[in-house]
C-alpha cells in the first residue's frame, strides 16, 4: 500500500518522534576581516565585473591512505569545464595554487576563537591545517584549507542543551554564475574569504526547532559584530536522517526560514524510499538479484511527435533507453511535496550527464502524455519488457546518453538498499535536489604547506577579556526594558549595543527612544544612502548627550545624525565634529518664552476665516512652530503650548475661545 504522509502543518513533534528524526546544523559565517585567509587580498569587495576568465578542468587526487574520495570520482565523470571570472582588485596568484599561502591571517583567528569561547568549546593547543578537495569547481585549485579549532561544546535551547561538535575556520569558494551543459562559470570575488563553521550533533527534533537552534547560533555570531551580515553571508547546511535512513546534507540554504519545509520534505523523500525498498524486496528485487538493460532506441523513436525528443533528434542526438525490472509504477511514488520518485533518476542525469536542459528523461509509467502508445508498445518489445518492470528514455550527445542511462542504473540499484548517502541542493519551492554523493574521509588529508600554530595562553586571555554577553542573557535583559519586539533581536545583535547600553546607563536615555534611532532611523537613513558608518561611537553618544542635558529636543537628534551621516569626512571628530554640526544647523536650544512669542506673532497675522475647523487651524500652527524650532525644543511640548493658548483639547472638540 502506498505511504501516506501528513501535509507540513499538519506534523506534530510526536509525528517527528514516530520517524525517528533527527537534524544537525553546519552553519557557514563569514567574518569582518580586511583581508582573506591565507592570503593579502582584501575581503568584502563584491563586483560582478571581471578583468580575465580562466579554464580549468578538475581532477581527483589520492588520499593520504591512497584512496580516492567518491565525491571527486562523482566529479570527475561530468566532464565540466570550469571557468573563472578574476577581477584584479580581489584575486592573486595563490587562489590559483601558484604562489604558497601567507601564514593565517590573525585577525579572523581572534574572531573565530572568541566565537568558539562563546560555544564554550575544548579549544585545541595547537591548529593543523588540512586540505578538503572541492572538484565541483568552486575552489579553483581544487581543494579548501581548513582547520579545526575546538570541539564539544553547547549552547542552551528550552530547558536543555544542544550540543556542539567543532567549531571549524576555513576559506569560502568562489560565486556561481551559472551551470549549463559542461559548461560552470564562478566569479572569484568572494574566494578565500575567512569563514567560520560551527557544527552541531544531531541533537534536534523537529524543523521548527532546527530555525530556532540556527536562529541562536546566528545571533551568537553577531552578537560579537565582527562576522559580515547581508544575504549570503551566513548559509546552513542541514543534516538529516530518520530511522532505517541515513544522513543526507541539504546544502547552503541562506535565509533560516527555509529550514524547515527542507526538513520536513527530506524527512517525507527519506520515509518514501524506505518505502519502495521494502516493496521492491516484497517483489524478490534485492541488490544481487537487480535486472536492467540498456539500448540504443533512436531508431524507434525517430518520427516521434514528443517535442524534447524531436528537438533533440534534429541536433543529431540520440535516445536510449534502460529497462528496470520489477520497477513497475513505483517511478509514480510520490518522494516530496510536488516530486515524485522519478526525479531522482532525473536529478542524476541532469547533474553527472550534464543533460540540464529539462525534461531529459520520460519513463513508461507517467501518467501525462509524452510518447504515443504505439512507440511504448515498440520499446516494450525492443526491451523484451515484462508486465512489472519499467522504461526509462534519456536523450542527448552518444557519450552524455551513455552517461545519463549508466547513472540511472546506479541509482536503481541503491533504491534496493533504501536511502543513499547524498549531498542535496535546497530549491525555493521547500524541496531537495541530487547534487553530488556525500563526501568520505577519503577527501581530507594535511596540508603540508603550513606549519602548526600554536595557541598561547596570552592570546585566549586578551579575547576572553573582551567577550560579549550572551546574546540570549542580553536579550532577557532588553525585554526587562520594554523594547519594541521588531527593535530586540537586531539590537542584541547589532555592533551598537554596547553603546545603546552606554546611552541607558550613563545618560538615562529613554531605551525606547535610543534602541528606535539605533535600529530604525539608522536603517531608514542607509536607504537614503546616507553615510551611517562614518558616525562614532563618540559622536552618537555626544548627539544623546546633548538630548540629556536639555540642549537638543528628540527631533533634533534625528535631524543632526542624518546630518552628520550625510557630511563628507573632515578634521574634526567627536565632540569637535558634533560640536560645529550645532554651529551650521543653529541649535541653540529654545525656551518657552519664545515659542509664547513666536505663536503670537502667527496668530496676529492669521486669517482664521481660512480654516473650516478649529482643529485644523491648531494643526496648522502646530507645524509652523515645528519646522520653526525643530530640534530645538520637545515637539510634543510645542503641540501642547498650541493647545492650551487656543484653548483647544487635543482631540479638537471645543470651539476656539476669545483671545487676546
Given at each position: 500500500?502506498p505511504?501516506?504522509?501528513?501535509?507540513?502543518?499538519?506534523?506534530t513533534?510526536?509525528?517527528?518522534?514516530?520517524?525517528?528524526?533527527?537534524?544537525?546544523?553546519?552553519?557557514?559565517?563569514?567574518?569582518?576581516?580586511?583581508?582573506?585567509?591565507?592570503?593579502?587580498?582584501?575581503?568584502?569587495?563584491?563586483?560582478?565585473?571581471?578583468?580575465?576568465e580562466i579554464?580549468?578542468?578538475?581532477?581527483?587526487?589520492?588520499?593520504?591512505?591512497?584512496?580516492?574520495?567518491?565525491?571527486?570520482l562523482?566529479?570527475?565523470?561530468?566532464?565540466?569545464?570550469?571557468?573563472?571570472?578574476?577581477?584584479?582588485?580581489?584575486?592573486?596568484?595563490?587562489?590559483?595554487?601558484?604562489?604558497?599561502?601567507?601564514?593565517?591571517?590573525?585577525?579572523?583567528?581572534?574572531?573565530?576563537?572568541?566565537?568558539a569561547?562563546l560555544?564554550?568549546?575544548?579549544?585545541?593547543?595547537?591548529?593543523?591545517?588540512?586540505?578538503?578537495?572541492?572538484?565541483?569547481?568552486?575552489?579553483?585549485?581544487?581543494?579548501?584549507?581548513?582547520?579545526?579549532?575546538?570541539?564539544?561544546?553547547w549552547?542552551?535551547?528550552?530547558?536543555?542543551?544542544?550540543?556542539?561538535?567543532?567549531?571549524?575556520?576555513?576559506?569560502?569558494?568562489?560565486?556561481?554564475?551559472?551551470?549549463?551543459?559542461?559548461?560552470?562559470v564562478?566569479?572569484?570575488?568572494?574566494?578565500?574569504?575567512p569563514?567560520?563553521?560551527?557544527v552541531?550533533?544531531?541533537?534536534?527534533?523537529?524543523?521548527?526547532?532546527?530555525?530556532?537552534?540556527?536562529?541562536?547560533?546566528?545571533?551568537?555570531?553577531?552578537?560579537?559584530?565582527k562576522?559580515?551580515?547581508?544575504?549570503?553571508?551566513?548559509?546552513?547546511?542541514?543534516?538529516v536522517?530518520?530511522?532505517?535512513?541515513?544522513?543526507?546534507?541539504?546544502?547552503?540554504t541562506?535565509?533560516?526560514w527555509?529550514?524547515?519545509?527542507?526538513?520536513?520534505?527530506?524527512?517525507?523523500?527519506?520515509?518514501?524510499?524506505?518505502?519502495?525498498?521494502?516493496?521492491?524486496?516484497?517483489?524478490?528485487?534485492?541488490?544481487?538479484?537487480?535486472?536492467?538493460?540498456?539500448?540504443?532506441?533512436?531508431?524507434?523513436v525517430?518520427?516521434?511527435?514528443?517535442?524534447?525528443?524531436?528537438?533533440?533528434?534534429?541536433?543529431?542526438?540520440?535516445?536510449?533507453?534502460?529497462?528496470?525490472?520489477?520497477?513497475?509504477?513505483?517511478?509514480?511514488?510520490p518522494t516530496?511535496?510536488h516530486?515524485?520518485?522519478?526525479?531522482?533518476?532525473?536529478?542524476?542525469?541532469?547533474?553527472?550527464?550534464c543533460?540540464?536542459?529539462?525534461?531529459n528523461?520520460?519513463h513508461?509509467?507517467?501518467?501525462?502524455?509524452?510518447?504515443?502508445?504505439?512507440?511504448?508498445?515498440d520499446l516494450?518489445?525492443?526491451?523484451?519488457?515484462?508486465?512489472?518492470?519499467?522504461?526509462?528514455l534519456?536523450?542527448?550527445?552518444?557519450?552524455?546518453?551513455?552517461?545519463?542511462?549508466?547513472?540511472?542504473?546506479?541509482?536503481?540499484?541503491?533504491?534496493?538498499?533504501?536511502?543513499?548517502?547524498?549531498?542535496?541542493?535546497?530549491?525555493?519551492?521547500?524541496?531537495?535536489?541530487?547534487?553530488?554523493?556525500?563526501?568520505?574521509?577519503?577527501?581530507?588529508?594535511?596540508?603540508?604547506?603550513?606549519?602548526?600554530?600554536?595557541?598561547?595562553?596570552?592570546?585566549l586571555?586578551?579575547?576572553k577579556?573582551?567577550?560579549?554577553?550572551?546574546?540570549?542573557?542580553?536579550?532577557?535583559?532588553?525585554?526587562?526594558?520594554?523594547?519594541?519586539?521588531?527593535?530586540?533581536?537586531?539590537?542584541?545583535?547589532?555592533?551598537?549595543?554596547?553603546?545603546?547600553?552606554?546611552?541607558?546607563?550613563?545618560?538615562?536615555?529613554?531605551?525606547?527612544?535610543?534602541?528606535?534611532?539605533?535600529?530604525?532611523y539608522?536603517?531608514?537613513?542607509?536607504?537614503?544612502?546616507?553615510?551611517?558608518?562614518?558616525?562614532?561611537?563618540?559622536?552618537?553618544?555626544?548627539v544623546?548627550?546633548?538630548?540629556?542635558e536639555?540642549?537638543?529636543?528628540?527631533?533634533?537628534v534625528?535631524?543632526?545624525?542624518?546630518?552628520?551621516?550625510?557630511?563628507?569626512?573632515?578634521?574634526?571628530t567627536?565632540?569637535?565634529?558634533?560640536?560645529?554640526?550645532?554651529e551650521?544647523?543653529?541649535?541653540s536650544?529654545a525656551?518657552?518664552?519664545?515659542?509664547?512669542?513666536?505663536?503670537?506673532r502667527?496668530?496676529?497675522?492669521?486669517?482664521?476665516?481660512?480654516?473650516?475647523?478649529?482643529?485644523?487651524m491648531?494643526?496648522?500652527?502646530?507645524?509652523?512652530?515645528?519646522?520653526e524650532?525643530?530640534?530645538?525644543?520637545?515637539?510634543?511640548?510645542?503641540?501642547?503650548?498650541v493647545?492650551?493658548?487656543?484653548?483647544?483639547?487635543?482631540?479638537?472638540?471645543?470651539?476656539?475661545?476669545?483671545?487676546?
Amino acid at each position: 500500500m502506498p505511504l501516506s504522509f501528513k501535509p507540513f502543518h499538519e506534523m506534530t513533534p510526536e509525528d517527528y518522534a514516530d520517524i525517528g528524526l533527527k537534524v544537525g546544523l553546519e552553519v557557514h559565517q563569514q567574518l569582518l576581516t580586511r583581508r582573506k585567509l591565507f592570503c593579502r587580498c582584501p575581503a568584502g569587495r563584491y563586483s560582478n565585473q571581471y578583468d580575465a576568465e580562466i579554464l580549468r578542468h578538475m581532477r581527483p587526487t589520492l588520499s593520504e591512505l591512497g584512496e580516492y574520495d567518491g565525491t571527486a570520482l562523482m566529479e570527475k565523470k561530468t566532464k565540466k569545464n570550469i571557468y573563472y571570472r578574476i577581477h584584479h582588485d580581489t584575486v592573486c596568484t595563490y587562489e590559483f595554487d601558484d604562489t604558497p599561502p601567507f601564514f593565517m591571517d590573525e585577525e579572523a583567528l581572534d574572531i573565530a576563537l572568541e566565537v568558539a569561547l562563546l560555544l564554550r568549546l575544548n579549544l585545541v593547543s595547537e591548529l593543523h591545517i588540512a586540505r578538503k578537495q572541492y572538484l565541483d569547481g568552486s575552489i579553483p585549485t581544487g581543494f579548501q584549507r581548513t582547520t579545526i579549532l575546538g570541539v564539544d561544546g553547547w549552547i542552551p535551547y528550552k530547558g536543555r542543551k544542544i550540543r556542539i561538535k567543532q567549531l571549524g575556520l576555513e576559506e569560502d569558494a568562489c560565486r556561481e554564475v551559472s551551470d549549463v551543459g559542461h559548461d560552470r562559470v564562478f566569479l572569484t570575488d568572494r574566494l578565500g574569504m575567512p569563514l567560520i563553521e560551527p557544527v552541531t550533533y544531531p541533537d534536534i527534533h523537529t524543523p521548527q526547532e532546527a530555525a530556532e537552534v540556527g536562529q541562536i547560533i546566528r545571533m551568537l555570531c553577531r552578537s560579537t559584530g565582527k562576522v559580515r551580515t547581508g544575504y549570503g553571508a551566513a548559509r546552513q547546511d542541514v543534516n538529516v536522517s530518520v530511522s532505517g535512513g541515513t544522513r543526507v546534507e541539504i546544502k547552503g540554504t541562506p535565509q533560516l526560514w527555509r529550514n524547515p519545509r527542507l526538513i520536513y520534505n527530506e524527512a517525507r523523500r527519506q520515509c518514501s524510499l524506505l518505502y519502495i525498498r521494502d516493496e521492491l524486496r516484497a517483489r524478490g528485487v534485492r541488490s544481487e538479484t537487480f535486472q536492467c538493460s540498456t539500448q540504443d532506441v533512436t531508431r524507434i523513436v525517430a518520427k516521434s511527435e514528443y517535442e524534447p525528443i524531436r528537438a533533440a533528434l534534429g541536433q543529431g542526438k540520440v535516445v536510449k533507453c534502460v529497462l528496470l525490472k520489477g520497477f513497475g509504477a513505483l517511478l509514480n511514488e510520490p518522494t516530496q511535496e510536488h516530486t515524485t520518485f522519478a526525479k531522482e533518476f532525473a536529478d542524476r542525469a541532469r547533474v553527472i550527464a550534464c543533460l540540464t536542459r529539462l525534461p531529459n528523461i520520460i519513463h513508461s509509467d507517467a501518467a501525462s502524455e509524452s510518447l504515443a502508445g504505439r512507440e511504448w508498445k515498440d520499446l516494450r518489445r525492443k526491451m523484451r519488457a515484462q508486465h512489472g518492470d519499467t522504461l526509462i528514455l534519456a536523450w542527448g550527445a552518444e557519450e552524455d546518453a551513455a552517461c545519463a542511462c549508466r547513472e540511472i542504473v546506479i541509482r536503481a540499484r541503491e533504491a534496493t538498499e533504501g536511502v543513499p548517502s547524498d549531498t542535496r541542493q535546497g530549491l525555493k519551492d521547500g524541496s531537495n535536489g541530487f547534487e553530488r554523493v556525500l563526501p568520505g574521509a577519503e577527501r581530507m588529508y594535511p596540508d603540508t604547506d603550513l606549519p602548526p600554530l600554536a595557541i598561547d595562553q596570552a592570546r585566549l586571555d586578551r579575547i576572553k577579556a573582551r567577550l560579549p554577553e550572551y546574546v540570549w542573557e542580553r536579550l532577557d535583559r532588553y525585554r526587562r526594558l520594554h523594547l519594541p519586539e521588531d527593535v530586540l533581536q537586531p539590537l542584541c545583535t547589532s555592533r551598537r549595543a554596547n553603546l545603546f547600553d552606554r546611552l541607558v546607563s550613563e545618560l538615562e536615555t529613554d531605551p525606547t527612544f535610543a534602541a528606535v534611532v539605533l535600529m530604525q532611523y539608522f536603517k531608514a537613513f542607509k536607504r537614503e544612502g546616507l553615510a551611517v558608518e562614518r558616525l562614532t561611537e563618540e559622536e552618537i553618544h555626544e548627539v544623546f548627550k546633548a538630548h540629556a542635558e536639555g540642549r537638543l529636543a528628540r527631533e533634533g537628534v534625528i535631524e543632526v545624525l542624518a546630518y552628520l551621516a550625510g557630511r563628507e569626512p573632515s578634521e574634526e571628530t567627536g565632540a569637535a565634529r558634533v560640536a560645529k554640526v550645532f554651529e551650521e544647523l543653529h541649535l541653540s536650544p529654545a525656551n518657552e518664552e519664545e515659542i509664547e512669542q513666536y505663536l503670537a506673532r502667527q496668530l496676529g497675522q492669521l486669517d482664521e476665516s481660512r480654516f473650516a475647523t478649529p482643529t485644523k487651524m491648531c494643526r496648522y500652527l502646530i507645524g509652523l512652530l515645528m519646522r520653526e524650532f525643530l530640534g530645538r525644543f520637545a515637539g510634543r511640548r510645542i503641540a501642547q503650548l498650541v493647545h492650551d493658548r487656543l484653548q483647544v483639547a487635543p482631540e479638537g472638540e471645543t470651539e476656539v475661545k476669545a483671545r487676546t
